[in-house]
């Protein structure tokens, strides 16, 4: 069901494999992160932890990686293709030259780097943006935690300036707390997010709606 719509895009509650079929659209890019089936809702510590347990169930959403027909479905899709935790997808995805390393800059507490799996034939690519735990590139606008394994704005960002035009339609069936919507609103994309969890959903929703207040704002006093 659609749960939130903008003039910017739409987002939907439930399952991908059930609504992907019914769009009746294929986008011009996936960019999602979906869960690398490490366990980490079970493990994760501190505030993310504390993220975890508020928001859906933290021991089990992290158990397992989608199914064959969820990547297949992704393909089928759209054109192109950006799919975080690539390296725990192997065996559902095609051989490419073009991985995005995220440089993480840590301090050796959390993964070095995270690989992105793509659809383009470019060469390999690499992003340095700090998010160590409370540390982040930008701190003096942080974004504010709201998932477990949430990535920065300005990562996906990066990848619609790097990989897709303005006014395309960008996919992302594991929306989450839905960062891809707010990159693609302050980059001039539309967006279809699909999410299963309501309370992400939410948490989604609310999100978008802030991030537009503060675009209206920021004409205003233009």
């Known amino acids: 069901m659609i749960y939130h719509e903008t003039e910017h895009g739409v987002l939907y509650c439930g399952d991908c494999l059930d609504i992907l079929p019914t769009l009746g659209v294929k986008a011009d890019l996936v960019l999602t992160d979906p869960p690398y089936g490490i366990g ?7 505030n993310n932890l504390s993220i975890a347990k508020n928001y859906g169930d933290f ?7 989608p199914s064959k027909e969820v990547f297949e479905s992704m393909l089928k899709y759209s054109n192109n293709q950006i799919i975080f935790g690539g390296n725990y997808f192997i065996e559902y995805l095609k051989n490419s030259p073009c991985w995005i390393v995220w440089d993480k800059d840590n301090t050796g507490n959390f ?8 659809s383009f034939k470019t060469a390999v690519r690499m992003y340095k943006y700090r998010w160590n735990g409370m540390l982040q590139e930008n701190m003096k606008e942080k974004d504010k935690r709201y998932h477990p394994t949430q990535k920065p704005v300005a990562l996906l960002g990066w990848c619609l ?32 997010l ?7 959903c939410e948490i989604a929703a609310k999100r978008i709606e802030s991030e537009l207040e503060q675009a209206d704002i920021f004409r205003s006093e233009q």
């Open 161 to 192: 300036q790097n990989y897709s035009k303005e006014q395309d339609l960008i996919l992302d069936p594991f929306a989450g707390s839905g960062t891809t919507a707010i990159a693609c609103i302050r980059y001039n994309r539309r967006y279809i």
């Open 59 to 65: 021991n089990n959403w992290d158990n397992d990686i």
């Open 194 to 200: 699909i999410e299963k969890e309501e309370k992400y």
């Open 40 to 46: 980490i809702g079970a493990t994760v510590g501190g």
């Open 111 to 118: 993964a070095d780097c995270e690989l992105a799996w793509t």
